[in-house]
């Protein structure tokens, strides 16, 4: 029978994590105290039961039986016909406090909205939690339908161990730096194709657009070294429980280095094996 945890910081989603696991069948009971979600699981391994998977969010609002989810983790490990996995959910401090302002929702640490210092007690908090995670979803960029996009790559992914996803967009300088972003990249030291009369009216998405800034060496260099360098720390990222990495590239006007050099690293990663989703937000 598969089992998972779902933990993590208040107000970065585990009630749509839930909502998943329901989706798919899974038994799904929120805020249980940890101390009873032993028995809990026994009785549904049993052998009258019917329960093929149990979905179990446990977080602070327990309180003081909260203290248990530790221990109650390690044991669960143990218990033989139980696949068990934990996921912990994860968001910005600066996330949090916009959706709890947006929600007018209590957080369980205040009673009222969280600051800054409340958030990060909650982390404090949960740190050993977190570390026995076997997944680690940050949803600061992630809308519902982004995070169940996530959910059904790690758990119901049949294209082997490669669950690892790379969002890739393209955006211009001069209409703001994208936040929701891990790496960003400056395409601007590559000669500028908008200067070309030829290719002015063009976007990146054209073939003469990509032939005229992927000529250069200096851009060809570029590509090199950002193929082995993604490729070499992927491995730490899911090691840390991260199973996706956003790289945004941009030039002044977002509309052709950066949109050609956005392409060419998505098919780079495509074939790589790994699952990849691109946008170009000023195009």
Not at 91 to 109: D, G, M
Not at 126 to 148: G, N, P
Not at 236 to 256: D, W
Request: charged share 30%; net charge positive.
């Amino acid at each position: 029978m598969k089992v998972v945890i779902i933990t993590g910081l208040s107000g970065s989603g585990k009630t749509n994590a839930i909502d998943w696991f329901e989706d798919q069948g899974f038994y799904c009971i929120d805020n249980m105290p940890p101390g009873l979600i032993k028995n809990f699981i026994e009785l549904s391994n049993s052998e009258k039961s019917t329960v093929k998977g149990v979905a179990i969010g446990a977080d602070i609002r327990g309180g003081e039986f909260f203290k248990d989810l530790d221990d109650v983790i390690d044991n669960l490990r143990k218990i033989s016909k139980v696949e068990s996995k934990v996921l912990f959910t994860e968001a910005s401090v600066e996330t949090i406090i916009r959706r709890y302002n947006e929600t007018r929702r209590k957080h369980p640490l205040t009673g009222g909205s969280p600051n800054r210092d409340t958030i990060e007690k909650e982390i404090k908090m949960l740190k050993k939690i977190r570390e026995k995670a076997d997944f680690v979803l940050d949803t600061s960029s992630m809308k519902v339908a982004d995070l169940k996009g996530e959910m059904s790559r790690i758990f119901l992914s049949e294209d082997g161990d490669n669950k690892f996803t790379i969002n890739v967009s393209s955006f211009g300088y001069k209409y703001g730096i994208p936040l929701e972003t891990d790496m960003i990249f400056d395409m601007r030291f590559i000669p500028n194709p908008f200067y070309v009369k030829s290719l002015k009216e063009l976007t990146g998405n054209n073939k003469k657009v990509a032939n005229f800034v992927l000529k250069h060496q200096v851009a060809k260099d570029f590509v090199s070294n950002l193929h082995s360098m993604v490729n070499s720390i992927v491995p730490g990222y899911v090691k840390e429980g991260k199973y996706h990495l956003n790289i945004a590239f941009g030039c002044t006007g977002g509309h052709h280095r950066s949109v050609c050099m956005a392409n060419t690293a998505a098919e780079m990663f495509k074939k790589d094996g790994y699952r990849v989703s691109l946008e170009h937000r000023d195009l």
